[in-house]
């Protein structure tokens, strides 16, 4: 019996609030974003999680990686927008809900994640109007069937945080296991600026180069607002020799908008192996 379950925040504002609108807005953009490179073995996408007009046919090309995959358990790796705090968050309540259901909290896997951690827990910490996990779950849910997420928050993106969720996930993932690390990129620089920051992301993701990409953003070099995500899915992939990453699509806001003077960047990349 499922009772606690965490309603959308953002229905209405970053996807639509309609059931119906929203399958179709997203089967269209999955239906836009079809990938050409084939990837037998998926450990993970890199997503970003702004409004579906602005970031959501970047987005698909990961998701569609998804389809008729055996993805059971999705492990979701969100930044904190709205609130700070030490460590890192699973959702203690039952479930996520949005417009196309409600997904249920993998309490088992998310137990393995916490266990032996001392700064992994269980909390309602970075989930209450957190936007970030919560743009992923419809999309997860029109390319699979069948599966529990373990939504995260990080409150914290310091390395330290970084490398514990890292190693904690490399011990509990299974082949059934997926992971999602939700970001954007820079915020609000002209295009052309945001360019060059970006493509700084973009290439130590496409080199599987997590220690230059952890340093450029310590050092402010790039940016990217969920950087702890993907550091921690790239290291907990490195853990489990899975070291192959590759670009799937970037954009940016003035793509849509047709304003370029601020724009705030998107990618979505793939992690894997042989």
């Given at each position: 019996m499922m009772t606690n379950i965490r309603q959308p925040a953002v229905a209405g504002l970053f996807y639509p609030s309609d059931s119906h609108k929203l399958r179709s807005e997203i089967?269209?953009?999955?239906?836009?974003?079809?990938?050409?490179?084939?990837?037998?073995?998926?450990?993970?996408?890199?997503?970003?999680?702004?409004?579906?007009?602005?970031?959501?046919?970047?987005?698909?090309?990961?998701?569609?990686?998804?389809?008729?995959?055996?993805?059971?358990?999705?492990?979701?790796?969100?930044?904190?927008?709205?609130?700070?705090f030490s460590g890192v968050s699973i959702y203690n309540g039952d479930a996520y809900k949005t417009p196309l259901g409600v997904v249920e909290v993998d309490k088992e896997l998310a137990q393995k994640i916490i266990e032996s951690s001392k700064t992994i827990?269980?909390?309602?910490?970075?989930?209450?109007?957190?936007?970030?996990?919560?743009?992923?779950?419809?999309?997860?849910?029109?390319?699979?069937?069948?599966?529990?997420?373990?939504?995260?928050?990080?409150?914290?993106?310091?390395r330290v945080f970084v490398d514990e969720l890292a190693n904690q996930i490399a011990k509990a993932a299974d082949e059934a296991t997926v992971i999602v690390a939700s970001s954007d990129l820079s915020h609000f620089y002209s295009k052309q600026k945001a360019f060059q920051l970006d493509s700084i992301v973009e290439k130590h993701i496409s080199n599987f180069d997590y220690e230059k990409l952890q340093n450029d953003l310590d050092s402010r070099r790039c940016e990217a607002c969920g950087g702890g995500p993907i550091v921690a899915l790239m290291k907990a992939a490195a853990l489990l020799n899975k070291r192959k990453s590759m670009l799937l699509n970037r954009s940016d806001s003035g793509d849509i908008s047709g304003d370029n003077s601020e724009v705030v960047g998107y990618l979505s990349a793939a992690v894997y192996s042989d």
């Open positions: 089967q269209t953009m999955l239906s836009a974003a079809e990938s050409k490179s084939v990837f037998p073995n998926i450990f993970g996408i890199v997503s970003p999680h702004a409004g579906y007009v602005y970031s959501g046919t970047t987005a698909a090309y990961g998701f569609n990686l998804l389809k008729n995959k055996n993805c059971k358990k999705v492990i979701i790796i969100s930044p904190s927008h709205r609130e700070y827990f269980f909390g309602i910490e970075g989930h209450r109007q957190e936007h970030a996990v919560e743009v992923q779950i419809p999309f997860l849910q029109m390319v699979l069937s069948d599966f529990k997420i373990v939504p995260m928050v990080m409150g914290d993106q310091g």
